[in-house]
C-alpha cells in the first residue's frame, strides 16, 4: 500500500509503503511514521470531508462520526476544525457549520436544531414548555420570555454566546404525546394545572382540536396524569362523534 501525505509545500510530499519508511523526494529526507499518525491523518481527513457535506446550520452530533475513527481520534480531529473556524461548538458532542451573514456576521443556530441534537444525544424526550404553549394555542396574548421546553430528562441550559435554552425537567407524563401535533395540550394543560383549567379554556383548546390531534391523544391517554386524562377524554369523544 502507497499512502501520499502533502507536507503543505507544492510538489514536495511523503511516500509511505507499507506503514514502514518515508522518504522526501528531493531531500532524501527518511522519516518513521507510526500506525497511529497514519490512522489520526485518515480520520482527520475523513472527519473534515463528511463535515463539508454538512448545510450551514444544522447540528451535527459526534457520535454520528465515529465510523472514521475512534472517539479520541474524531473528537480531536473536530477540535481541529473548530480552531480553524470550519465548526462551532453548539453544546456537548454537538457542533455545527456556522452560516456567515455578509453584515451581522454569525447567524445563531436555530433552536429547533439545537434541542433536535440534545434530543438525539440524550435520548430524552422534549415539547414546548407551558407558557409557549398557552400563547400558541390561543389562551394567551403575553408572549413568553425566552426559550423554555419541557423535558423527561434533567433540568439543563444550553447557552451558546447570546443564545439560551433552558429546558424543564417535568413528571414524564407530561410528554406523553412528545413529538405529535398534541403535545402543546398537555403543556398547556400542565403549566394552567387543575385548578388553573377554566370553562373558557376547555372550549378554546376543544376548538383546536384537529384529527392529527385527537389521533395523537387517544393513544395516550392511559400514559397521561389522571386528571388531564378525565379532562380530555369526553373532548376526544365529543370530537370523534
Partial sequence: MVVIIPTGCQHHF???ESHELVYHKWCQKKVLFTDRMVQKTSTQQQVAARVERFPCGQAILARDLLGFGSRDAVDQALVRLVRRGVLVRVGRGVYARPEIH???GEVPLPVEEIVRAYRERSGAKVQIAGAAAVNLLGLSTQVPVGTHFYTDGPTHRITRGKQVIYLQHVNPKVLACAGTAAAPFLSCL??????????????KLADRFTPEVREALTP?????????????TPLIAEKTE
Fill in 102 to 104: 455578509p453584515v451581522l
Fill in 14 to 16: 511523503y511516500v509511505l
Fill in 220 to 232: 395516550a391517554l392511559p400514559q397521561m396524569i389522571g386528571w388531564m386524562r378525565e379532562l380530555l
Fill in 190 to 203: 400542565y403549566f394552567l394545572g387543575r385548578d388553573g383549567v377554566t370553562s373558557e379554556a376547555i372550549f
